[in-house]
């Protein structure tokens, strides 16, 4: 079974750029995540997809930060502009269900604002 | 609300010794609870997980982790560190209903395990 994709892995952009971060669930996930993983911090989640409805986005920085997850599968969050503390690692995960399933992480990108 | 609190962002251990990874949370409802493991530029993968059946939970890799309501605690532990073990690890705690399954992390422990 394939795991979490992410991509790209790495990213390097000046403050004020716009980025865009892509995720591919677990097949058959109906749950997707986004979370930030700020350095020497525990990932926060920034939102919460159920198919291709928002269940929780109250952590995300709106002025900012876009999320969407057409037809249910694929997601993409996108920054637009860029701050400096916006660096970070960027996690999806999915679950086939809420509550008490697994999440399954993807491996992240790495976002560096300079 | 709820909150995770891991004791020693750092720990440091010799191959063969006890490992304990120390976690404490608050709830105000009953939790579930979570034990992963992230090694360098990998995401996180699940040791572990609590949810109210036995409160010894055993997991992947000879780990283990005891849920202690009285203590609000939820450490984890294996009796004998390898080196494959050096990694950061992370408690988190769910809701047990109406949270979604929105987990809410500790600030992570990175474990060392020296020859």
């Known amino acids: 079974e394939a795991g979490v994709a992410q991509s790209p892995r790495y990213k390097i952009i000046e403050k004020r750029q716009s980025v865009a971060f892509w995720c591919n669930p677990i097949s058959g996930h109906a749950t997707l995540y986004w979370y930030q993983q700020i350095l020497g911090q525990g990932p926060k989640l920034l939102i919460q997809?159920?198919?291709?409805?928002?269940?929780?986005d109250s952590q995300l920085p709106k002025d900012r930060f876009s999320a969407e997850r057409l037809k249910g599968v694929d997601s993409t969050l996108k920054i637009q502009p860029a701050k400096l503390e916006d660096s970070a690692v960027y996690l999806c995960?999915?679950?086939?269900?809420?509550?008490?399933?697994?999440?399954?992480f993807g491996p992240g990108t790495r976002l560096t604002v300079l | 609300a709820q909150s995770v609190t891991q004791l020693g962002s750092h720990v440091s251990v010799s191959e063969g010794a006890l490992v304990l990874l120390r976690c404490n949370y608050s709830?105000?409802?009953?939790?579930?609870l979570f034990w992963y493991v992230q090694y360098p530029n990998q995401g996180l993968q699940l040791l572990l997980k609590y949810t109210s059946a036995a409160t010894l939970v055993k997991g992947i890799n000879g780990f283990e982790a005891e849920f202690k309501k009285s203590e609000t605690s939820f450490h984890l532990t294996k009796p004998s560190a390898h080196m494959s073990d050096a990694a950061e690890y992370f408690c988190?705690?769910?809701?047990?209903?109406?949270?979604?399954?929105?987990?809410?992390f500790g600030q992570g422990t990175i474990l060392t395990v020296h020859p």
């Open positions: 988190a705690v769910s809701k047990a209903q109406g949270g979604y399954g929105k987990l809410t």
């Open positions: 995960a999915s679950t086939d269900s809420n509550g008490i399933a697994e999440q399954f």
């Open positions: 709830s105000s409802v009953p939790p579930y």
């Open positions: 997809f159920q198919n291709n409805g928002v269940v929780d």
